[in-house]
């Protein structure tokens, strides 16, 4: 059984940085694509940002140039550093990994249980 835990979610003024951390957890052999996606209340989950194992990224246009999406294969995990956070980036973050090879099966769509992210004006 894969596990995901996010952490370094928290309330900050708007202009400031955050760092979320994403740990996946099991027997992993590899995970091929890592995400972020968000949802504020009464809206739906949307993409923040994706990275494949190779390490290309993909952004949704809303943090382009503010955040930055980064791997560590060796630990399984993956970053989001959001910088200049505004109001509007409130939501809880959820980690996806969408496909982990364990030593037994393929995992698809995996999910975290989410991190709150506050931005006060």
């Known amino acids: 059984q894969v596990q995901l835990v996010e952490s370094g979610g928290g309330l900050v003024q708007a202009g400031g940085s955050l760092r979320l951390s994403c740990v996946a957890s099991?027997?992993?052999?590899?995970?091929?694509?890592m995400g972020w996606y968000r949802q504020a209340p009464g809206k739906q989950r949307e993409l923040v940002a994706t990275?494949?194992?190779?390490?290309?990224?993909n952004y949704a246009s809303s943090v382009k140039d503010r955040f930055t999406i980064s791997r560590d294969n060796a630990k399984n995990t993956v970053y989001l550093q959001m910088n200049s956070l505004k109001p509007e980036d409130t939501a809880v973050y959820y980690c996806?990994?969408?496909?982990?090879?364990?030593?037994?099966?393929?995992?698809?769509?995996?999910w975290g249980q989410g991190t709150q992210v506050t931005v006060s004006s």
């Open positions: 990275i494949t194992n190779g390490g290309d990224t």
């Open positions: 996806n990994a969408e496909r982990i090879r364990t030593i037994r099966d393929f995992q698809y769509n995996n």
């Open positions: 099991g027997l992993i052999v590899s995970i091929n694509v």
